[in-house]
């Protein structure tokens, strides 16, 4: 894959000295023949397929680190939405999230994704009750992740959902608000959810992915941030957008090389290599710095949305000519508490949840990691995931909410997570209440523009 000793060196470069990571290699892993009438019999056959499938998954990450030197920060499993077994079975499907925590800590993963269910147009058997239960299982569990797509642009928004999904958000944070609220940071509500993300909180494995895939997700902010510090001050953005896009592609490489072993080793098909410069809260790893190199004073003030889109273009465009199997997300992760640009720019005032709903029309996901008054009524959360999910509804692109409610704290106080999820202001949010729409419930119907066929 690299022919050339330049190649060669630039790429230990990036990882040296530019926080070049691979972020996740996530196994996708199909319950479906894992379904049965009898929940206990199903969470067995779960238990022995996932700890028979994943079972080198983090060995075979340890020794492509060791080969190649490149640091892989996680390993993951993602699994089919469990409302659909939920519904075969029936009973209480919290007993899924305790065996799937069980298996994640059993085959030594970092996080398993899946605790989900897809109700943009409805709810069929099964997934009203899971979605009851979402507070209860990320309070009992360590390592599950949950997420529930509420929209699309095909299907339009299912406010029904909407309106459950905020009350389910701040019963999260409740339940764990002795624990940082938790809960609420590993839960995702989507529109326009897509079926190969490596990434957490949000994975799962769609029902049109084999039985078993092997993607990746590689992340290198600070890698895009050093070679625009190189460029000259007055170079124009065409060629600052050109920069960027030569350095995804590279990144991308890595990737597919990455990902393309892996899958080998564990005997099963390369899935995607998902390109999305998700940062830490370590510094030089911001998504926000680069914008601020591309010439803005902070992120935040007026331009940041024409900037992180042009971002968000060239990291495709570049992903897209290294690899045939580009996919997931695929673009910039602008979430608040992961991201010490963002940090910096939220402390200050000049990075407002307006101007984050902004942005996430041009970026990957969505609002991110937001930390919200602990007080926040279960309607104004459900209106700021309709509102996101009337972006991705109309703009036919993957959107996203993963607000914190942080029980017990007030605007300017701060939530400390720890690790990668980092920390963040307590942001502001707008005080007239959203409740009477809200309570309507119903759906808001598909836009004109899903009438493609």
Not at 142 to 168: E, H, P
Not at 303 to 321: H, R, S
Not at 374 to 396: F, Q, R
Request: with cysteine; proline share 4%.
């Amino acid at each position: 894959m690299y022919n050339d000793i330049g190649d060669i060196l630039e790429t230990i470069s990036m990882i040296r000295d530019k926080n070049l990571d691979v972020r996740t290699t996530t196994m996708g892993i199909s319950l479906l023949d894992c379904a049965d009438s009898d929940i206990d019999r199903s969470c067995e056959k779960i238990y022995e397929k996932i700890c028979r499938k994943a079972e080198h998954l983090v060995e075979t990450g340890e020794k492509i680190t060791g080969k190649y030197g490149i640091p892989i920060v996680n390993k993951r499993v993602s699994i089919t939405p469990i409302a659909m077994l939920a519904g075969v079975s029936g009973g209480d499907p919290v007993k899924y999230a305790r065996t799937l925590d069980r298996a994640a800590h059993t085959v030594g993963i970092d996080f398993i994704g899946g605790y989900s269910a897809l109700v943009q147009k409805g709810f069929s058997a099964g997934d009203r009750e899971l979605i009851e239960s979402i507070p209860q299982a990320l309070a009992e569990t360590q390592l599950v992740c949950s997420s529930v797509n509420i929209g699309s642009t095909k299907a339009g928004i299912n406010m029904d959902a909407v309106a459950l999904m905020g009350r389910q958000v701040q019963k999260a944070a409740l339940l764990t608000k002795d624990n940082q609220c938790m809960g609420a940071a590993k839960l995702v509500v989507f529109c326009n959810a897509v079926e190969d993300n490596p990434f957490m909180a949000g994975a799962f494995h769609g029902v049109g992915e084999a039985d078993s895939v092997l993607s990746v997700g590689v992340s290198g902010p600070g890698v895009v941030r050093s070679v625009l510090h190189d460029l000259p001050d007055d170079a124009p953005l065409n060629e600052v957008a050109e920069t960027i896009k030569k350095t995804a592609f590279k990144i991308t490489r890595v990737g597919q090389l990455v990902g393309s072993e892996a899958a080998a080793a564990l005997g099963v098909p390369f899935g995607i290599v998902d390109l999305s410069l998700a940062p830490t809260p370590a510094i030089g790893d911001s998504v926000a710095r680069i914008l601020e190199e591309i010439g803005l004073e902070q992120c935040g003030t007026h331009g940041t949305t024409a900037a992180l889109a042009m971002l968000n273009d060239a990291v495709k465009k570049g992903g897209v000519m290294a690899s045939s199997s580009v996919g997931g997300l695929s673009g910039a992760f602008i979430p608040v508490s992961e991201d010490e640009g963002m940090i910096a720019a939220a402390r200050s005032g000049n990075l407002v949840l307006e101007k984050l709903e902004a942005m996430t029309a041009v970026c990957s996901v969505g609002l991110d990691m937001i930390v919200i008054p602990g007080d926040t009524t279960p309607e104004t959360i459900s209106a700021i995931i309709a509102d996101e999910a009337a972006i991705g509804m109309v703009n036919s692109k993957t959107t996203a909410v993963r607000v914190i409610p942080a029980i017990g704290l007030k605007s300017g106080e701060e939530l400390n997570f720890g690790g990668l999820l980092g920390y963040g202001p307590v942001m502001d949010l707008k005080n007239p209440s959203p409740a009477k729409m809200i309570r309507r419930g119903g759906r808001i119907p598909a836009p004109l523009q899903s009438l493609k066929n």
